[in-house]
């Protein structure tokens, strides 16, 4: 079965726009969770969504939001881009309920100049 | 000022030989971890997990050891091939969601 897909691979902004990162999970799992990996911070939990709703943030300001559609796909958002936010953002995809494990997409590298 | 990146502690193992990778977690009340590997340019990839009411599992050349007293995981890998040259991440989960606290990495490098 497909993988975790994330869209683009690679992104460059500027400083002051806005970019949207999108993440497919894998059929079946209703929950996608984004993580920012940096060599400063290594992996840090952004938040999770489980059938269309955020029910778990992590401690990131308001410039980074996300939603999920109906089809469990997920984006996420970064208003006001800053140079801190050149990261590797990853999505991790899971069934969200009982014993469930989390597979992770290759990840999206954005780099904000 | 400058920043500082985390200092990632590295495993030098020769090809053959048995790994050890160590990990120190965080919040006593999680109650599953979890090993990834990463390589460059590629997403965590899924190694073998633990729940916190087994002290041992074991996989395909990985055990993970967890020693809840102290707050401790292992992961040894058996016979070290340069393909499990990579970085090594424990993670631990303490709630009902998805949340996933990652520790700083150790990066293993195989040599012939």
């Known amino acids: 079965k497909a993988g975790v897909t994330q869209t683009p691979r690679y992104l460059i902004k500027t400083r002051g726009q806005q970019v949207t990162l999108s993440c497919s999970p894998i059929?079946?799992?209703?929950?996608v969770s984004w993580y920012q990996q940096t060599p400063g911070q290594g992996l840090q939990f952004l938040f999770e969504y489980f059938s269309e709703t955020q029910r778990n943030k992590g401690n990131f300001p308001g410039r980074f939001s996300g939603r999920q559609f109906s089809n469990s796909r997920s984006e996420m958002n970064v208003s006001t881009l800053e140079l801190g936010d050149s990261a590797l953002y990853l999505c991790?995809?899971?069934?969200?309920?009982?014993?469930?494990?989390?597979?992770f997409g290759s990840g999206t590298r954005l780099t904000v100049v | 000022g400058e920043s500082v990146g985390l200092h990632l502690p590295t495993l030098s193992v020769q090809e053959g030989d048995n790994s050890i990778i160590n990990c120190a977690y965080s919040?006593?009340?999680?109650?599953?971890f979890i090993w990834y590997k990463q390589e460059s340019g590629k997403g965590p990839q899924f190694i073998i997990d633990i729940r916190s009411n087994m002290d041992k599992r074991q996989g395909q050349r990985v055990t993970v050891l967890l020693n809840k007293t102290v707050k401790h995981l292992s992961l040894q890998i058996a016979a070290t091939q340069p393909g499990d040259s990579a970085v090594y991440f424990c993670?631990?989960?303490?709630?009902?969601?998805?949340?996933?606290?990652f520790g700083a990495g150790t990066q293993v490098v195989v040599t012939p």
């Open positions: 059929s079946g799992h209703r929950s």
């Open positions: 993670a631990e989960k303490a709630d009902s969601w998805g949340k996933l606290q």
């Open positions: 919040n006593s009340a999680s109650d599953y």
């Open positions: 991790a995809s899971s069934t969200g309920t009982g014993l469930f494990s989390y597979t």
